[in-house]
């Protein structure tokens, strides 16, 4: 065999194994080829829990977060069991009519089982003035009159539009709330922001609650007369961080705590000790920030947002951005 032979057939077996590799590497993800270990994968639903009757979910936009909120609600749509029956209300503060025939739009991902209805109001008036440094999350007050907006309603899953919702939401709306004004998961601003904690009064508490996702029983808040308590204590304190702190100190211990699940914020377990927020959270957390955000129902972008240019985890923003890029051409 004459060198050139060899040499020519040994850069035909190079070639034919370069290519086989580049295919096999092209290929699309499936059950043989499991996505990398930086790829959040959706978890299957237990369908056979879906409820029965419609879930109830809120969200609040202006104009300047009406994309955000078509993600989050698309997200949500996606990702429910088949059965489930999904009643969305959209507090719009000032949004176009584009953007009202946009949000609209999102009914035909699951026309039978999906129903929209947009509920413009007008910017709340209050003291805005009093809280100061917070001032951007005013538009968050529309939270407080939640119980008169959505007056037919016993209860309702609230949702800041900075959220994913990655798995049925049967689960969460199922939640009994039988006695307390709403279930909530807590935030990690108590343990970290302790001097403001004791402030407001709630270090003997143990825990600060956000208010991004909660499931409210609007009933009792009506019957409560809440909206009327929270309005007071706007215009009688200062410098509060938006609707958070004022449903935080008016709810006071009529409140269920719920899982981190529902409400996962990335902020938090990617800096700080996963064995603490164990305790924290008062259930086991699995031991990698990455799995803890594939078994959650919904993930809450609070903080940073993924569409901000330097947002990190990385692969939180290429979750974000695969429901957005599915909105924007949709």
Known sequence: MSKKFFYGIMCFLLAAIAAC????????????????????????????????????????TDSRYAPPTMVAMSSAIRNKCPQSRYNFYIIAENITPADEQ????????????????????????????????????????????????????????????DTLVLKDLSELYNIDVTGVYAAVAKDGIFYRFPKEMAEIGLDKRGFYFN???????????????????????????????????VLNVVFGDKLKLMSYRYNCISTFFEADDLDFLSGYFGEPLPKDTFNIYENATILHYAGDKPWQENYKPEYLKELWFRYYNRVKDY
């Not at 580049?22 to 930086?38: A, G, Q, T, V």
């Open 211 to 245: 208010s991004g996702v909660m499931l409210h029983n609007l009933k009792l808040q009506r019957e409560d007369n809440m909206t009327a308590k929270l309005v007071e204590y706007i215009k009688t304190h200062e410098d509060f961080f938006g609707d958070q702190d």
């Open 102 to 161: 946009a949000v609209l739009k999102l009914k035909n991902l699951a026309p039978d089982t999906v129903n929209i209805t947009i509920i413009p109001q007008q910017e709340p008036d209050l003291p805005y003035e009093n809280m100061q440094r917070f001032l951007q999350y005013k538009v968050g007050m529309h939270k407080i009159y939640l119980p008169e907006i959505l007056s037919t309603l016993d209860k309702v899953i609230y949702m800041d539009g």
């Open 21 to 60: 590799l580049f295919f096999i590497l092209k290929m699309p993800d499936n059950e043989e080829n499991p996505p990398s270990e930086k790829y959040i994968r959706i978890q299957a639903n237990n369908c056979r829990a879906a409820a029965n009757n419609p879930v109830n979910i809120a969200l609040i």
